[in-house]
């Protein structure tokens, strides 16, 4: 059992920054791909980014070149780089561990982001 944990949401202007942290401690963290998910209100669950093993990274097309996902596997924690937020990117975002090529998924309880003057 993973039980991912998520930080670094807050309250942030547009163009500002943000990064989120998550953490899933767990001995075989290096081998889950893990991302990060979004869901505003109203919408349906969206992926954001994943890194798999080898750092091997995917990006969705509307944070590409502002998002950056990372993983450091010695601490068993995701982090994602925001920057040049817009207010559209405002929303709950979720953690997830996958272990690859099952159905085995973990979430994280989500963090709020807000994007507003």
């Known amino acids: 059992q993973v039980q991912p944990v998520e930080s670094g949401g807050g309250l942030v202007q547009p163009g500002g920054s943000l990064r989120l942290s998550c953490a899933a401690p767990t001995i075989t963290f290096s081998i889950y791909t893990m991302g990060w998910y979004r869901q505003a209100p109203g919408k349906q669950r969206e992926l954001v980014a994943t890194?798999?093993?080898?750092?091997?990274?995917n990006y969705a097309d509307s944070v590409k070149g502002r998002f950056t996902i990372s993983r450091d596997n010695a601490k068993n924690t995701v982090y994602l780089q925001m920057n040049s937020l817009k207010p559209e990117d405002t929303a709950v975002y979720y953690c997830n561990a996958k272990w690859p090529n099952t159905r085995r998924e973990y979430w994280g309880q989500g963090t709020q982001v807000t994007v507003s003057t």
């Open positions: 890194i798999a093993r080898g750092n091997v990274t």
